[in-house]
């Protein structure tokens, strides 16, 4: 097998022409490649505002508060849950979470959309299930049951006590001589904090496409983070009675289109799909938790599966794949495994090149087989033509669904190809594609979320430092950080999330090592009675070196794939966009490196005063 695919002419035997599906990828790349990039998208922001209203929580009024906190925490989704719950464990009592949201639960207390689940597999993807004695329901929970579980470890460890709520952040800002944060928020508040954890999340902030017109539509619209069931009738599991009469439209066919889509075909009058590049759809196969799985479940069992799975899906070995999911299946294919079984089955070891070429035959092979799933699902030809993906697995984010595909057969439902274009104009009564008027009554943003903008805008407030430099000016040349957590100038300040960290597929893991880590470095300043604790910038540069030299592989990789916020919009650079920001010597590594970092005992690159 592996000698046939390194052989220099293997079209017969693989029963494709690499050569012709390279250039078709590159083909459909250049279609969609955009002057603006990542500047095609619409801030949500003065008369698109609305957009961002929470349509799930009543407003409580309160007085503002004028006090202080030992540590704030501003986001009180995963990253903020585990941070808190690290902090509780080493017995930080004087806590405070800040959230924007009514409710804890971040990313699962905002998208509510018919059809939202894990796409990881829950027993390791929600956060802390062995601290709270909890099983989820399903090998892939759907999001109530994640944002109850995401309200359950708020409640386990006690972080609604002094929690302000429905509070945005406005500013924040150094105070040297008192070595306090003061953060105001737009409640008026007033909060001292010693030190702060930032767990703002990574895609937090919902974007609208530049479309012309995009505010002259009389009709209904909203994003899918704000789903308006007052609107569509029903809940998450569907049955949106609302839409019996409705003609409605969804633009985007990401990760979110692909799990509300089977339901918005099912209850809408008409629906049409908006596509710009189609999704890669892959087997789900979702099931109820099987009470003997669970009565083989010993202590330690979560953090077993989840490094598990993280070494699988990070490319390393595993006598057993406990998950054994789509996930595992295209790494166990793509990656250093399978270099590892051609050079087992070569008796020796492939060089870079042979491995390089390897992995791309192996991806056309495993896209070939998505599009093949297609073709026999979707019994329209031209529809299914329209669905097939041409990049390679991870130019996207792989999506895994049963009924997506199907409900391109329902008479009810037309997918609208935009061959890459994207949507042409809004008018007052619709959608225009080539020229041809859709007449809607609704029209669905699901356009995703924030990614590549700056920090600052991303999170919503300004971070002023030391001596009065604000983080926006700090990283305007890129990210600068010791180990994606503290920054120079900006003491007692940690990031959590995607600012020159490692990311896994399973991101609550990364955000538990370094919540981990953020509590080593409290502990250590609590030991050391230290009251002001800052990264140097030679540990900085360090961090920096390290980064770039990681860099060079997926930025490769990236350049040659479809846009998307994957690859900045396809205008690739160190400083922008979603990998910009990680380690690309992968997670594994970076986790042992913070771990070691603290076995040392040196605090290196760290100044505790
Ligand atoms: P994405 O950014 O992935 O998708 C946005 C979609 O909007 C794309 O299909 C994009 O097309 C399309 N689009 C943008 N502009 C236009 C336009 N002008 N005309 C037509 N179409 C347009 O957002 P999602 O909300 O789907 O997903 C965001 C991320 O959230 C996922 O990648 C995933 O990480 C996470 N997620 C995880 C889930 C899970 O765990 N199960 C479920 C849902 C989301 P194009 O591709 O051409 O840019």
Excluded at 66 to 77: P, Y
Excluded at 168 to 194: C, F, H, L, N, Y
Excluded at 474 to 492: D, E, I, V
Aim: some cysteine; overall charge negative; charged content about 25%.
């Amino acid at each position: 097998m592996i000698t046939e695919l390194l052989s220099s002419d293997p079209k017969e035997k693989l029963g494709f022409d690499p050569d012709e599906l390279r250039a078709k990828y590159l083909y459909e790349r250049d279609k969609r490649l955009r002057s603006e990039g990542n500047a095609q998208y619409l801030e949500v922001a003065n008369e698109l505002a609305d957009y961002n209203d929470d349509p799930y929580t009543e407003w409580v009024e309160r007085a503002p508060l004028n006090d202080e906190v030992q540590v704030a925490i501003i986001g009180g989704g995963f990253g903020g849950l585990l941070m808190g719950g690290r902090l509780r464990e080493a017995g930080f009592t004087d806590l405070r979470v800040i959230e924007k949201a009514g409710d804890f639960g971040g990313t699962w207390y905002w998208n509510r959309y018919p059809g939202a689940a894990c796409d990881v597999e829950s027993y390791c993807y929600l956060p802390m299930l062995e601290e709270l004695k909890y099983i989820p329901k399903h090998k892939y929970s759907f999001a109530p049951e994640i944002f109850e579980h995401s309200k359950a470890i708020a409640r386990h460890y006690d972080l609604y006590k002094n929690a302000c709520l429905q509070t945005g952040v406005k500013e924040m800002r150094w105070d040297e001589p008192s070595g306090r944060w003061i953060i105001q928020t737009d409640r008026g508040d007033t909060i001292r904090a010693q030190f702060v954890a930032m767990a703002n999340g990574p895609l937090n902030r919902p974007k609208l496409p530049g479309i012309p017109g995009i505010t002259k539509f009389k009709g209904h619209t909203f994003h899918t983070s704000r789903w308006d069931y007052d609107y569509t009738g029903g809940d998450s599991t569907g049955n949106m009675t609302g839409l019996a009469n409705k003609r409605v439209a969804i633009i985007g066919t990401g990760a979110t289109a692909v799990q509300c889509i089977p339901h918005l075909g099912a209850s809408a009058q008409h629906l049409y799909v908006f596509q710009r590049t189609p999704s890669s759809v892959d087997v789900r196969a979702n099931r109820s938790t099987d009470e003997a799985f669970v009565n083989t479940l010993e202590p330690g069992w979560q953090y077993r599966r989840m490094d598990n799975f993280n070494i699988l899906v990070s490319g390393g070995d595993q006598e057993e794949d406990l998950v054994a999911d789509g996930w595992t299946e295209i790494f166990r294919n793509l990656t250093g495994i399978a270099a590892k079984s051609a050079a087992r089955e070569l008796g020796r070891r492939l060089s870079s090149k042979e491995k390089g070429r390897m992995m791309e035959l192996l991806d056309f092979q495993k896209m070939n087989q998505v599009r093949a799933r297609v073709d026999e699902i979707v019994t329209d030809p031209a529809t299914a033509e329209a669905l097939k993906p041409w990049y390679r697995q991870f130019c996207k984010r792989p999506c895994f669904h049963d009924e997506y595909l199907p409900t391109f057969n329902r008479p009810n439902v037309t997918l609208v190809d935009t061959s890459g274009k994207g949507v042409e104009r809004i008018t007052e009564r619709g959608i225009v594609v080539d020229g041809k008027e859709y007449e809607v009554d609704c029209i669905i943003f699901a356009t995703g979320f924030e990614v590549g903008t700056s920090y600052t805008r991303r999170a919503g407030y300004e971070i002023i430092g030391r001596d009065g430099l604000t983080l926006t000016d700090k990283w305007a040349n890129g990210w600068r950080t010791l180990y994606g957590l503290q920054a120079h100038s900006f003491p007692n300040c940690f990031f959590l999330g995607f600012t020159q960290t490692a990311i896994s597929v399973n991101v609550p893991h990364a955000l538990n090592e370094q919540a981990k880590h953020v509590t080593y470095i409290l502990e250590q300043a609590r030991r050391r009675g230290a009251t002001r604790i800052e990264a140097t910038l030679t540990a900085e540069d360090m961090w920096l070196r390290e980064m770039k030299s990681k860099a060079k592989i997926a930025e490769r990789f990236y350049a040659e794939c479809t846009p998307g916020y994957y690859n900045n919009e396809g205008k690739l650079d160190v400083t922008n966009g979603f990998f910009a920001g990680t380690y690309g010597g992968g997670p594994i590594p970076f986790f042992n490196l913070l771990e070691e970092w603290r076995a040392t005992g040196r605090l290196e690159g760290v100044e505790f005063q």
